[in-house]
């Protein structure tokens, strides 16, 4: 089997309107491969397809559960980011109004 | 939605004293963290201070300077996490820009690494309209 290890680009990932519609229902409940190609024409190999790119790009993880594989959508890492973020959007309003404190009593000294 | 972080100040002293303020390692302790910061492109340093659980950091930041041009421009790297693990990887750029006597200071925290998963939340949210998504390429790829 070959290896899907190096990540895809997300925007090709995205540029395919049958994946989006995946993340679409993925946003909603995870899904089983069966269940997801329910929803769709294709043929069960071809939605396996589109899985494995939303997979490699990092939007998807695939878990498997009793003897069904299960597509459950990542937004982990963007909790994580958002919280950083958040964090110290806060931190630095707080240091500058330090700094502009530290900068106005040296002058008073004077 | 919030990529990343922007502030704008403006001090009453000379960019030549701001500069000061964000370069000599004693000053930035006074009113950042306690560091061993040099003004030297590709000098690696820390910035340490109290752990925050909350957000999973354990109270050092890893930096490495990027741009130093005096008195107008300094960027360094700051990365950060817990137990080794870094989970935060951005970029502190910092400007300064004379004005009426004073300077006028841009903070810029930006680069966030872990952006192809806001993609996912950010089209999740408003859709799949073409001209949000190649707005956003643009943002994504500058």
Not at chain 2, 31 to 53: A, R, S, Y
Request: net charge positive.
């Amino acid at each position: 089997m070959k290896t899907q290890q190096e990540s895809l680009d997300p925007f090709y990932a995205l540029a395919d309107p049958s994946r989006r519609y995946i993340l679409q229902l993925l946003s909603k409940d995870s899904l089983s491969i069966n269940a997801l190609a329910e929803n769709f024409e294709m043929s069960r190999p071809a939605v396996s397809k589109h899985i494995k790119i939303l997979n490699s790009a990092g939007f998807i993880s695939i878990e498997d559960i009793g003897r069904e594989r299960y597509c459950v959508l990542n937004q982990e890492g963007f909790a994580e980011v958002q919280e950083w973020i958040n964090f110290f959007d806060a931190f630095w309003k707080k240091k500058l109004r330090k700094l502009e404190k530290l900068l106005n009593e040296k002058t008073k000294k004077k | 939605m919030q990529r990343d972080i922007r502030h704008q100040w403006f001090f009453n002293h000379s960019p030549e004293t701001v500069w000061k303020y964000l370069t000599d390692p004693d000053l930035i302790a006074q009113w950042l963290m306690e560091n061993d910061f040099k003004p030297v492109v590709g000098h690696k340093f820390q910035f340490i201070t109290k752990p925050k659980v909350k957000v999973k950091f354990d109270g050092v930041v890893y930096c490495e300077v990027l741009e130093v041009k005096p008195y107008t421009k300094l960027s360094y790297s700051w990365k950060g996490g817990s137990k080794g693990q870094i989970t935060l990887d951005s970029i502190v750029i910092w400007t300064l820009t004379a004005r009426d006597g004073g300077t006028d200071l841009v903070l810029e925290h930006k680069g966030f690494k872990g952006m192809k998963n806001y993609l996912a939340y950010f089209f999740m949210n408003i859709g799949w309209k073409a001209k949000v998504m190649k707005r956003f390429s643009l943002l994504i790829g500058s």
